[in-house]
Every structure is written in C-alpha cells, then in structure tokens.
T-cell receptor, first 114, second 115 residues
C-alpha cells in the first residue's frame, strides 16, 4: 500500500490550461504539504494544511489553489498555466504532534507546460 | 530565518570509497529537527534519517552514518564503501516545529559512484 500517493505522475499541458494534481495519504497524519522542485532540483514548500486548515502559504501565485476536503487528501489546482510552472510537485504528510514524525513524500508529479 | 547549506554541488567517487556529504544549518530555535533524504534518478524522495536538536548522538545504519555537531551547526552524512546504487542527489533539511512544520532544504549534493 502506497503511503502518500499522487496522481498523475506525469502531466503535459498547454499554456493557459487549468489542471489539478491529487494527493492522498493513508498514514493517518494530520498535516499535508505541497513542495515544488524546480529544474535545478531546489525544493521549496508551497502550502501546508493541518486538519483541513491552511497553515502555510509561501508567496505562491494565486493561480495555485490547494484544497483539502479531509485530512487524508490535499489537492493542488493550477489555473492559467505558465511555462515557468513546469516542475516536479511533491505532496508530503507528517504528524505534527510527534515532532514531525513520519515526514513522508509522494513520488512526485512532473508537470510540463508547453 | 532557517537556512541549510550543502556546499558540495557534486561529488564523484570510485566504488568502495568512503564519502562524506556536508550539511551546515542556521537556526535561532532551540528545538528543531534535521533530516537527510535521498533522491535517486527515478525521482522519488527517500527518507534516510531524522534527528532532533537534543540528541547529538551519532547514528549508524549499515553503511550509512551521521555526525551531528551542534557546536558547528553541522549534520554530516558518511557513506562507507560506496556502491553504484548510492548514486543519487542527497538533500539535507531543517525543520522547526514553530514554523508550521515546513522543511527547509539545502540545494542538494549530486553523488556519482563509478565502477
């Protein structure tokens, strides 16, 4: 059983389109995150949700909108895609009140905007 | 502010050599966690270790060992008798619990192990 699963694994789309990436965790963690890895491999947090509440929103364009229907799911919707949005997006989860225990990443979604 | 520095961009070694990956961090917090992740060519992020700021004991796991020194704000990672399968990008990361549990990553070290 995959602990943190994201779909799709690859996403190729044209500029201007709207797309979503889905993430689900079955670890019972209370916090979920989205990280972005750029072409130089630099990893940076975008958002975090704790029990469906937005905790971190790191200077991300408002074209990016996370949605957490429940604490096991955190989806990322991107409007009006731009070339610069091409990157690998990682979902992660952890248990905040166990000293960030179990910080686990999904396998990533490679987004290519053409 | 939190910062993690991995000064080594790329390291190349021959199989069976020992190699140490450096990590230096900056934080004003007294309670924090340090992590190492491995990212093989397949792209996933593989958790290797988590260490809290109150535990300076070194750790060994098979061929992997970690040296945590608060006095120098370093958390170095050594691979003994490296193997080709160790070829990957290795990331050091810092987390403090007051910051929403976000991980601040270093820029990564690309390790290439050749035959």
């Amino acid at each position: 059983d995959t602990a943190v699963s994201q779909t799709p694994k690859y996403l190729v789309t044209q500029m201007g389109n709207d797309k979503s990436i889905k993430c689900e965790q079955n670890l019972g963690h209370d916090t979920m995150y989205w990280y972005k890895q750029d072409s130089k491999k630099f990893l940076k947090i975008m958002f975090s949700y704790n029990n469906k509440e937005l905790i971190i929103n790191e200077t991300v364009p408002n074209r990016f909108s996370p949605k957490s229907p429940d604490k096991a799911h955190l989806n990322l919707h991107i409007n009006s895609l731009e070339l610069g949005d091409s990157a690998v997006y990682f979902c992660a989860s952890s248990q905040v009140y166990e000293g960030a225990g179990g910080y686990t990443f999904g396998s990533g979604t490679r987004l290519t905007v053409v | 502010a939190q910062k993690v520095t991995q000064a080594q961009t790329e390291i190349s070694v021959v199989e069976k050599e020992d190699v140490t990956l450096d990590c230096v961090y900056e934080t004003r917090d007294t309670t924090y966690y340090l992590f190492w992740y491995k990212q093989p060519p397949s792209g996933e992020l593989v958790f290797l270790i988590r260490r809290n700021s109150f535990d300076e004991q070194n750790e060994i796991s098979g061929r992997y060992s970690w040296n945590f020194q608060k006095s120098t704000s370093s958390f170095n990672f050594t691979i003994t008798a490296s193997q080709v399968v160790d070829s990957a990008v290795y990331f050091c990361a810092l987390l403090f619990t007051g910051g929403g549990n976000k991980l601040t990553f270093g820029t990564g070290t690309q390790l290439k192990v050749e035959l």
